[in-house]
């Protein structure tokens, strides 16, 4: 960490400082310049927050060097992390592609989805159970029945599941039927229920904010790593811009700076970054070509009538044709598409 | 467009948006709701402001159902528009890749870089001879003696030059020299500077502002092709955004949906998108795989010492790998790479 003294700061305010640097168990390297005194604060600092010497007088600024994160950081864990899922591997060689409906209305619907995906090529399921909607209005989700439908497609298919959990009270009940925990952008900073979800052994999907910073997003992952839970996959799926032709801004740059980062794997969801269908399948494209280990697609057998997000949902067809160009682009990179393991199906 | 009343809202009100309706030569259908009047004004209204009815008493919004803007839109030129250069084409099936330096730095620097990009498969050179720099103090650019060494480049290597231009009074002088104006993200909304460009016939590369809709910069657009010069290429450059991790935001969505909305060529340019050299070429991926007409990329021998943009700038191997694996992308969406 850098503390940058104001440039009228007394030899006695400095002295200060030095003595809470040492005390924090750093190391100090004083330069005194001509206007500023700058004192580097040197070794483990990933845990010491940098509002511990922004209060001090004569403080003008402190600039952390390394990152806030450790467990989550390339620079502790070089190697990418790969974990399996079910007869394919997140973060390897093998590009993941999950799909399913918003939300699971109905047993019909959930299984006709299921069955039409794992045939488009699709290597794991998603549905929710809970909705984090907007309005307190709208459909909230099926609930453990929900998750009863999605076993029962995930025993037809073979595909595993991934369903958004919203709060820690759902926190047994996930555990006892998903493969995958996603955790919804309106939850990131959840920190609770990261808290919790990192004491189990339950695969994630952190989707980042809204609003969140690529930093944050890596923070959060932290919350869950620090529980001793490593097998989290980081999603991007937009931010909030000015911007109004689309429902979100894919930030695109997050997968490489994701990657450099992070030994995590990371993956794209289009449907939210773009909010409507047309979209979907040039941008699944580009963030392969960008680097991407995967992509959460939303599809459903009859987007008009979805009882939610039917605009950015595709129909099995397109989403099959989605799925052979994301293959093409996977073979440029020396990538292929994960397909589920044939004896569970 | 749609004229929304506020919920009370007088019949003589009413009345009177409906005269100002038939007065702009549109035809009115009010829906008269339980608790609000809503008025429809059909008809060609491209070029009736909303603002003519949201002054007026009584209404409480305005929405636009149809484009503000007609000559850059794809309803109006359904087939996309593809301009010729000099052995390849942009917009059409061809990906193009725009390299060269920030600044036009020396004459040996711009033939060196204009001879490496060439050599790596770059089918045009970019490079700034007026520099809109955020600090009055750094380099401006060499202005005319730069544009003469791109013309040597150019010269020596087929390829033709981009340059960006800041000012009308730069038009002439520069019309004797580029094949390309390139109007930069902080003139997007230079109106004075878009209608002087639209009355000359050098095509243009228009970068979106830094926070600029993709309905203002098809405006933009707008006003350099009602000037007559219909060859315009769009260039998605980043948004300003809270991500503070790169020096922009890509708006990898901006390449489909402008597509969808424009008959114009649209390329990238990821160098000022991400402002970091490493994350150039997976946004170059990117955006070819996201269907963009090409990228326009920064490109120095020795960017440690560039005297601008150094840290976004490829060194002319990374380039060269860059644009092989460019090229692998556009042949996997279908697409030929330039020449």
């Not at chain 1, 009538?305 to 044709?321: N, Y």
Request: proline content about 5%; overall charge negative; hydrophobic content about 45%.
């Amino acid at each position: 960490m850098m503390i940058i003294m104001k440039a009228n700061a007394t030899p006695q305010q400095v002295e200060n400082v030095i003595e809470q640097v040492k005390s924090a168990g750093l190391a100090v390297h004083l330069s005194q310049g001509i206007e500023a005194t700058i004192i580097g604060a040197i070794g483990e600092t990933h845990n010491i927050l940098a509002d511990r010497f922004e209060g001090l007088d004569g403080v003008d600024i402190v600039q952390r060097i390394t990152q806030p994160y450790k467990l989550a950081s390339r620079q502790f864990h070089p190697e990418n992390s790969i974990f399996p899922l079910d007869g394919f591997s997140v973060g390897g060689d093998e590009i993941v592609v999950i799909a399913g409906p918003c939300s699971v209305e109905s047993r019909s619907q959930i299984l006709e989805t299921a069955i039409a995906v794992k045939e488009a090529g699709a290597c794991a399921l998603r549905g929710g159970v809970f909705k984090p909607r907007t309005s307190p209005y709208a459909f909230q989700g099926l609930g453990e029945e929900g998750l009863e439908y999605l076993a029962e497609a995930r025993a037809q298919t073979g595909l595993p599941i991934v369903a958004e959990i919203m709060s820690q009270v759902q926190l047994d009940l996930m555990v006892k039927y998903v493969d995958v925990m996603q955790v919804g952008a309106r939850n990131m900073q959840n920190f609770n229920l990261l808290r919790a979800i990192g004491e189990t052994q339950t695969a994630v999907l952190l989707k980042r904010g809204l609003s969140a910073t690529i930093e944050e997003l890596l923070m959060s992952a932290e919350y869950i790593l620090a529980g001793g839970n490593k097998q989290v996959m980081l999603c991007e799926r937009g931010i909030r811009t000015f911007e109004t032709a689309t429902r979100n801004t894919t930030d695109i740059n997050a997968i490489p700076v994701l990657k450099k980062l992070t030994h995590l794997p990371v993956i794209l969801d289009p449907s939210h970054a773009t909010g409507h269908v047309d979209y979907v399948a040039a941008i699944s494209r580009a963030a392969i070509a960008a680097g991407a280990d995967g992509l959460i697609i939303e599809v459903h057998p009859d987007p008009a009538r979805a009882v939610s997000d039917g605009k950015q949902s595709l129909k099995p067809e397109a989403f099959a044709a989605m799925v052979k160009q994301v293959g093409q682009i996977a073979q440029v990179m020396g990538r292929e598409l994960a397909t589920v393991s044939r004896e569970k199906a | 467009m749609m004229i929304i009343m506020h919920p009370g809202a007088s019949k003589a009100q009413i009345d009177g948006v409906i005269t100002e309706i038939e007065k702009q030569k549109l035809a009115s259908h009010p829906i008269f709701g339980v608790e609000q009047t809503i008025i429809g004004a059909v008809g060609e209204s491209h070029d009736v402001p909303k603002e003519i009815f949201e002054a007026l008493p009584g209404v409480l919004s305005v929405s636009r159902i149809s484009q503000p803007y007609k000559l850059a839109s794809r309803q109006f030129h359904e087939q996309d528009s593809v301009f010729e250069f000099n052995g390849f084409s942009v917009g059409g099936n061809d990906v193009v890749v725009i390299a060269g330096p920030c600044a036009v730095e020396s004459r040996a620097q711009i033939l060196e870089i204009a001879h490496a990009v060439r050599e790596a498969g770059a089918n045009a050179l970019r490079g700034g001879v007026f520099k809109p720099r955020t600090s009055p103090y750094a380099f401006q650019g060499l202005g005319e003696e730069g544009l003469k060494y791109m013309a040597e480049a150019r010269e020596q290597t087929g390829m033709p030059i981009v340059a960006e231009v800041m000012a009308v009074s730069q038009i002439e002088m520069m019309s004797a020299y580029v094949d390309v104006f390139q109007l930069g993200a902080r003139n997007m909304q230079n109106f004075n500077l878009l209608r002087a460009v639209g009355e000359t016939r050098i095509p243009v590369l228009l970068k979106r502002g830094l926070s600029a809709t993709i309905e203002e910069l098809l405006m933009a657009a707008e006003y350099i092709l009602s000037g007559g010069n219909t060859r315009v290429m769009l260039c998605e450059r980043g948004i300003r955004t809270f991500e503070t991790a790169t020096r922009n935001t890509t708006d990898v969505n901006a390449i489909p949906v402008l597509k969808a909305l424009t008959h114009l060529p649209v390329i990238l340019d990821p160098s000022h998108s991400t402002g970091l050299a490493a994350y150039v070429p997976p946004i170059a991926k990117a955006a070819i795989a996201a269907g963009a007409d090409g990228v326009i990329v920064e490109v120095h021998q020795d960017p440690a010492h560039a005297i601008s943009d150094g840290k976004q700038s490829l060194t002319p191997e990374a380039f060269a790998t860059m644009v092989k694996q460019v090229k692998a992308v556009a042949e996997a969406v279908g697409r030929k790479f330039g020449n």
